[in-house]
C-alpha cells in the first residue's frame, strides 16, 4: 500500500516552454502533498507544500509564479515549471501523507527534467 | 529551525560486514525521525521511522535505528550488509504542526564490495 506514482519518469524540454508533472497517490488519499527538487548527489529541497482544494505553501525562496502547483483532487497534484530554462533541469520528487496520518510521507519515483 | 547532520558522505564497507550510518537532528522538541533509501535514478524508500515509545525501531529490510535523545541521534545499523543495500541513505527529521515537513541530512552514499 500507500504507493506514489510521478508521470512523466524524465522529461526533455526546450529552453522557454512549459513542463507538466504529475503526481499521484495510487491506493490512498492524500490531504497533503510535498514537491522536492534534488541536484545531483545533493539532499532533497523542499519546494512547496499542497493540501487539496487550496493554494500551496511555498518555501523561501521558491518562485511560485514560475513552479505552479494544483492539488485538485485527494488523489493529484500537479507541478507545472513554467517557461523553463537549463537551470530548472533537476530531478522533481513528490511525497504524499495518508489522510489522517501526516506524520509519514511516501515518496513517488521522481521525475528527472532536462531543458535545453 | 530543525536540521540534521549526516557526517559520512561515503562509507565503503564489504558484503556480509556490519554497518551503522550515523545521524545528528537538532529540533527544539521531541522529533519524528525517518531513515530513507535512494536507490540511483529513483524515488526514496522509507526504511525506518521513530515518533515515540521504544527507542530502538525495527525496519525494513533487516534494518534497525535507535533514538539516543542524550546525543541527538539516530543512527541506522544492520549486521551483515548485502550488495543490494548499496545506495544513498537519508535521515530525515519532521517538524510538527499541520503539515509536518521533512528536513532531510545530505545523505550517505553506501557502497558494498564484494
Known amino acids: 500500500g500507500a504507493v506514489v506514482s510521478q508521470h512523466p519518469s524524465w522529461v526533455i524540454c526546450k529552453s522557454g516552454t512549459s513542463v507538466k508533472i504529475e503526481c499521484r497517490s495510487l491506493?490512498?488519499?492524500?490531504?497533503?502533498m510535498f514537491w522536492y527538487r534534488q541536484f545531483p548527489k545533493q539532499s532533497l529541497m523542499l519546494m512547496a507544500t499542497?493540501?487539496?482544494?487550496?493554494?500551496?505553501?511555498?518555501e523561501q525562496g521558491v518562485e511560485k509564479d514560475k513552479f505552479l502547483i494544483n492539488h485538485a483532487s485527494l488523489t493529484l497534484s500537479t507541478l507545472t515549471v513554467t517557461s523553463a530554462h537549463p537551470e530548472d533541469s533537476s530531478f522533481y520528487i513528490c511525497?504524499?501523507?495518508?489522510?489522517?496520518?501526516?506524520?509519514?510521507?511516501?515518496f513517488g519515483p521522481g521525475t528527472r527534467l532536462l531543458v535545453l | 529551525a530543525q536540521s540534521v547532520t549526516q557526517p559520512d558522505i561515503h562509507i565503503t564497507v564489504s558484503e556480509g560486514a556490519s554497518l551503522e550510518l550515523r545521524c545528528n537532528y537538532s529540533?527544539?522538541?521531541?522529533?519524528?525521525l525517518f531513515w530513507y533509501v535512494q536507490s540511483p535514478g529513483q524515488g526514496l524508500q522509507l526504511l525506518l521511522k521513530?515518533?515515540?515509545?521504544?527507542?530502538l525501531v525495527q525496519g525494513i529490510k533487516g534494518f534497525e535505528a535507535e533514538f539516543k535523545r542524550s546525543q541527538s541521534s539516530f543512527n541506522l545499523r544492520k549486521p551483515s550488509v548485502h550488495w543490494s543495500d548499496a545506495a544513498e541513505y537519508f535521515c530525515a527529521v519532521g517538524a510538527g504542526g499541520s503539515n509536518y515537513k521533512l528536513t532531510f541530512g545530505k545523505g550517505t552514499l553506501l557502497t558494498v564490495n564484494p
Open positions: 491506493d490512498f488519499q492524500a490531504t497533503t
Open positions: 529540533y527544539g522538541a521531541t522529533p519524528y
Open positions: 511525497s504524499a501523507s495518508l489522510a489522517g496520518r501526516p506524520e509519514t510521507q511516501y
Open positions: 521513530y515518533f515515540s515509545g521504544d527507542t
Open positions: 499542497s493540501n487539496e482544494g487550496s493554494k500551496a505553501t511555498y
